[in-house]
T-cell receptor, first 113, second 111 residues
Framework: DAGITQSPRHKVTETGTPVTLRCHQT?????MYWYRQDPGHGLRLIHY???????DKGEVSDGYSVSRSKTEDFLLTLESATSSQTSVYFC????????????FGPGTRLTVL | GDSVTQMEGPVTLSEEAFLTINCTYT??????LFWYVQYPGEGLQLLLK?????DKGSNKGFEATYRKETTSFHLEKGSVQVSDSAVYFC??????????FGKGTKLTVNP
């Protein structure tokens, strides 16, 4: 199994508070991704990174920011959490893009009250 | 833009039944196509893929053929097991850094 961990695995927070989710990999893969999974929407890309300090937006990036200061870590921050950001968040990694497989972490269940 | 459309679920089958989950796509070029599976409480994992027209991907008894003429990549299995109960996602990548996913199809297999 690819070495991907996410922390925390579960979090309950209140509206308006900042939240940071962490994705850590031990595979030295170049690409890292953050997705959210919601019923009826499948997986939607929030942000992704193609190298240290190199990031780009996905289709649902509003309200989220990311940072990647080391190859192995990719952080997702909700600056001021809202109830609409209640979701399951998945991190994924890929050695290269295109035809290469993405490996997914176990997910973080976030509830914003 | 690129998109993937999967048959809506949920799908409920009896053990040893034949499975088909339909997937069609819209893309401007020649994408690579994927099926991912998500077992309860886990992240997604690649089930199979095909990178060019007429390729057949296969794994664990599942198969899917890349049909350019019908822009389809339907997932099939001849005899499902209870352990195949999961959510199945069709996805495409068109020479970009991103995967585009369908909304997923939940499969339940009863003994």
């Amino acid at each position: 199994d690819a070495g991907i961990t996410q922390s925390p695995r579960h979090k309950v927070t209140e509206t308006g508070t900042p939240v940071t989710l962490r994705c850590h990999q031990t595979e030295n893969h170049r690409y890292m991704y953050w997705y959210r999974q919601d019923p009826g929407h499948g997986l939607r890309l929030i942000h992704y990174s193609y190298g240290v300090k190199d990031t780009d937006k996905g289709e649902v990036s509003d309200g989220y920011s990311v940072s990647r200061s080391k190859t192995e870590d990719f952080l997702l921050t909700l600056e001021s959490a809202t109830s609409s950001q209640t979701s399951v968040y998945f991190c994924a990694i890929s050695e290269l893009a295109g035809v290469f497989e993405q490996f997914f972490g176990p997910g973080t269940r976030l509830t914003v009250l | 833009g690129d998109s993937v459309t999967q048959m809506e679920g949920p799908v409920t089958l009896s053990e040893e039944a034949f499975l088909t989950i339909n997937c069609t796509y819209t893309a401007t070029g020649y994408p690579s196509l994927f099926w991912y599976v998500q077992y309860p409480g886990e992240g997604l994992q690649l089930l199979l893929k095909a990178t060019k027209a007429d390729d057949k991907g296969s794994n664990k008894g599942f198969e899917a053929t890349y049909r350019k003429e019908t822009t389809s990549f339907h997932l099939e299995k001849g005899s499902v097991q209870v352990s195949d109960s999961a959510v199945y996602f069709c996805a495409l990548s068109e020479e970009s850094e991103k995967l585009v996913f369908g909304k997923g199809t939940k499969l339940t297999v009863n003994p």
